[in-house]
Structure formats: C-alpha cells, structure tokens
C-alpha cells in the first residue's frame, strides 16, 4: 500500500494567513494527489485534484502544487470558513489511500 | 447534479452482515466510466478506503478489509450497495459513497455518510 503522511497534524493560524500543509508518498504516484477539505459532521469536499487542479466552485485562495513524492496545499489568505479538517489522498492505485489529516484551528 | 444518499440500519451486532444502500440520482449509475466508491470514517479518526464498483461491473477492494467486503449494483433501482461481514467494533463509523469520474480521478461527489455503530 501506499501511505501518505501528512504534517503537521494541526495547526493554529489566524483569518487572513498563509497556510501551507505537505504530503508525502511513499513511493512516486505520478501526480495523482487529490486534497480534501472536510467539516465536522459533514463528508469530505473535493478542492484540488492531480497536484494543481481546483475544482469546481472552489475559491481561488486554494493551490496545490507538488511532484513525484511530495505536495503542498496552500491557501494564500485564511478566511473563517476554511477552518476545517484537510486529507490528501492518492489515487495513482489501489488500495486508495489517504493521509491521517491536518487540522486547521483558529488562533 | 447527481446526488448520493447513503442509508443502513444504524446499528449492528458483532459477527452480523452489515448492509449499506446509496440512492443515486441525477445521473445513472451505469454510465460509462465511472468508478462508485464506498469509503469510512471511524468516529474522530481518519478516511478509509474500502473499495469501488465500476459502472461496467468490475470491482476492487481493500486487502485490509480480508475479503469480507463485497459491492453490487442494482441498476433497476440506480443504487449501489455494500455489503461487509463478519462485522466488530472497529467496524463503527460513518460509511460515505462516492463517486470518481474515472480511475486516477479524486471523488468529486460523495453521499452525507451514514452512521454505523457495531454493539452488541
């Protein structure tokens, strides 16, 4: 299996920073990283897909960007609503698999 | 817009089969070339992959699941199910469906999750 490890696991940041949290591979997955965004209660949102792609109706704020083995999700100006919990997943093969997590707190 | 709705039976004896249905609407769930995910989340922990159905049929699961885990399709009712035996506790969680508009595609659309607690 492939294990994605994310850090940090949390973090505290205040409305209006630059936030950046990385993902690494265990083995190259040929830039099929996908970032989640995920709410408590509600199910995961889809925001990039393939290393730098945003989805539909996500705000701009969100990058990605990464290659090979290692990826970053940045979000350029932190605003309330981001306060969340985010995964990066693989899907360069099966079993699927995703990082254990960040959790983006406020300051 | 699809839509996916997941629904189970809340709660499950260890050593019970657990069956979980997904309600697709606004797409059919036969169409070519998407792969129908079920995915879970232990209370206050991380996402796990159990497995895929593809809309021609094939499926594939997680080896951590030890072959207990099994996805059909019923495209009479446009719904997919998942069925897990042989379930205990570390079963409980909330159980999403899915969908990845092809094989090295993130999910883009997922259910609101179903809660299921393994307790005897």
């Known amino acids: 299996d492939i294990l994605m490890t994310q850090s940090p696991s949390s973090l505290s940041a205040s409305v209006g920073d630059r936030v950046s949290i990385s993902c690494r591979a265990s083995q190259s997955i040929s830039g099929f990283l996908n970032w989640y965004q995920q709410k408590p209660g509600k199910a995961p949102k889809l925001l990039i897909y393939a290393t730098s792609n945003l989805n539909s109706g996500v705000p701009s704020r969100f990058s990605g960007s990464g290659s090979g083995t290692d990826f970053i999700l940045t979000i350029s100006s932190l605003q309330r609503e981001d306060f969340a919990t985010y995964f990066c997943?693989?899907?360069?093969?099966?079993?699927?698999?995703f990082g254990q997590g960040t959790k983006v707190e406020i300051k | 817009q699809v839509q996916l709705q997941e629904s189970g039976p809340g709660l499950v004896k260890p050593s019970q089969t657990l069956s979980l249905s997904c309600a697709v609407s606004g797409g059919s769930i036969s169409s070519s070339g998407y792969y129908w995910g079920w995915i879970r989340q232990p209370p206050g922990k991380g996402l796990e992959w159990i497995g895929y159905i593809h809309s021609s049929g094939s499926t594939d699961y997680n080896p951590s699941l030890t072959s207990r885990a099994n996805i059909s399709m019923d495209t009479s009712k446009n719904q997919l199910s998942l069925k897990l035996t042989s379930v205990t506790a570390a079963d409980t969680g909330t159980y999403y469906c899915?969908?990845?508009?092809?094989?090295?595609?993130?999910?883009?659309?997922w259910g609101q999750g179903t809660l299921l607690t393994v307790s005897s």
């Open positions: 997943q693989q899907s360069y093969k099966t079993p699927l698999t």
């Open positions: 899915a969908r990845r508009d092809g094989y090295n595609f993130g999910y883009r659309y």
